[in-house]
C-alpha cells in the first residue's frame, strides 16, 4: 500500500510538471501616464505642456492666472484761450506716461474740453489743440503715436459750479483714463514665501 501511494503521488506530481506554462500577453498602456512637465498631472490630461515649475495648475495642468486691473487718469487744466500745458501739470502728464510705460499694450484717448466764453467753432478747434498739447508731451517721454488718440469736445461739457468765473476756470481742461491689466502666474507657496491675506 505504502509503495501503491508513493507512485501515485510520484505519477500526480510528474503529471503537473510537464504541463506548459504559458505567460500572460503583455498589454500596452493606452494612455500616457507620465507626468513630462512635473506638474502633478499625467501627460494624458495635461493641456499645457510648458508649465512652469512653481506654478499652481489647475486640472487640465495648466497655470492658474491671475489678472490685475489697475486706473490711471490726467487732468490738466488750462489757461483762457490757451493751448500750452501749465508747468504745475507735467508732473500730471508724467504719471500717465509712467502708467503707459507700466501698461504697454494700454491706449489712451485725450478729451480736451474749453469754456463757454468765445465762439463755439473756435472752442471745438482749441480743445483740440489742448488734447494735442498732451499728447505731443507723451510721445516726447516715449509713448508711441499710435497709442494716444486725441478728440476735442469743445464748450459742449462744461464743468457746474457755484460760479461762472469757476466753472469757465475747470472747464478748460484736457481729461483721460486709463485701464491697464497684466496677468500673473500664480506660483505655489513654499516656505520662503509670505502670503498677504
Not at 515649475?53 to 490711471?72: F, H, I, Q, W
Amino acid at each position: 500500500m505504502r509503495h501503491s501511494l508513493i507512485t501515485l503521488l510520484a505519477l500526480f506530481l510528474f503529471g503537473c510538471s510537464t504541463g506548459q506554462i504559458s505567460e500572460p500577453a503583455a498589454v500596452t498602456q493606452s494612455r500616457d501616464l507620465g507626468d513630462s512637465d512635473h506638474d502633478g498631472v499625467i501627460n494624458a490630461r495635461d493641456n499645457c505642456t510648458q508649465t512652469p515649475l512653481t506654478a499652481v495648475v489647475d486640472n487640465d495642468g495648466c497655470p492658474v492666472y491671475v489678472k490685475r486691473s489697475e486706473e490711471n487718469d490726467v487732468h490738466v487744466l488750462f489757461a483762457n484761450d490757451s493751448s500750452l500745458i501749465p508747468d504745475s501739470f507735467f508732473p500730471e502728464v508724467q504719471r500717465m506716461s509712467d502708467f503707459l510705460h507700466k501698461y504697454p499694450d494700454s491706449n489712451v484717448e485725450l478729451k480736451g474740453h474749453a469754456s463757454l466764453v468765445g465762439r463755439h467753432q473756435y472752442n471745438t478747434q482749441l480743445s483740440l489743440r489742448r488734447a494735442e498739447q498732451v499728447r505731443k508731451q507723451l510721445i516726447e517721454t516715449g509713448i508711441a503715436p499710435e497709442r494716444i488718440q486725441t478728440v476735442g469736445f469743445g464748450d459742449t461739457l462744461p464743468v457746474k459750479s457755484d460760479s461762472e468765473e469757476q466753472s469757465n476756470t475747470l472747464s478748460r481742461r484736457v481729461v483721460a483714463k486709463v485701464v491697464g491689466e497684466k496677468g500673473y502666474v500664480v506660483d505655489e507657496w513654499t516656505i520662503f514665501m509670505v502670503r498677504n491675506n
